[in-house]
């Protein structure tokens, strides 16, 4: 029985691969519905992103809400400079004419978690955490019914890529990854330690557009897009596919490891506010609360995906 999912996001580059590699493996996922958040560019543009690829994809009687517009506390910063100001820069997609849901994401993700039996749903969260904590705290009864949270985000070994403490997702809205990192949901967090292992170097690019589809071209358009920022800023052969990792997770948990740990988040600190503060090291007796995912082998990941992509 394929798993079912909600796909929270943000599109963005890597958020639209992992829609893609869902999309493309209905043996053992099963997309309810796609939630949009604001995070890499504001909501009216991840909204329309979600939609386009769905289109892009076939897929036109998805489900695609709108979620919310800013996070629970802070103004919403937004990452233009690496995701362009589309935010699915690097190839000129048609605007989508499937409609976009009437009732609001934190809804259909209530909702859905009301109706089905417990332990059955997984959110997948590829952007900020505004929409779950939303419905967290809207219906606290929903928490124990999810069977696991999936999400990008955070980061150890590798710190910070939007501050030098912090990964973007989680500092957008902190506040609202705190009320999931506490929530008690089973959690596997997908932090830059593991993203930055997944990079596109240009075989992997070339092998997409080699599948000779539309799909594998828009891959490898929009890859070769935001690879130039993270190659010049990291100085690294390829840039972190971050997002279809939370996909291949559930496709293939084999090819990833990591450790069950205590994982907080800092709220308050001006300087290291969105810092995900993770026990990898077991020094506290804090109760471990997220499985922290480390390492991947990237091999087995983009010969999935690729093969993955080929089917659409
Ligand atoms: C995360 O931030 C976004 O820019 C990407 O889509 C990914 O979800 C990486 O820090
Ligand atoms: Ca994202």
Redesign the pocket.
Known sequence: MPRKIIIDT?P?Q??AVAILLAFASPEEIEVLGITAVA??VPLALTQKNARIVCELAGRREMKVFAGCDKPLVQKLVT?EH??GKTGLDGIALPDPTMPLQESHAVDFIVETLRQEMPGTITLCA??PLTNLATAFRTAPEIVGKVREIVL?GGAYFEVG?ITPAA???IYVDPEAAEIVFKSGAPLTVMP?DV?HKVLTTRPRIEAMRDIGTEIGHAVAEWTDFFERFDMEKYGSEGAPL??PCVIAHLIRPGLFSGRHINVEIETGSPLTRGMTVADWWGITDRPKNALFIGDVKSEGFYDMLTGRLARL
Do not use: I, Q, R, S
Request: proline share 0%; aromatic share 4%; charged share 25%.
């Open positions: 943000d963005g890597d958020d995070g890499n990452a690496v995701h590829l952007g990008m890529n990964e973007f997702n830059l993203t971050h997002d």
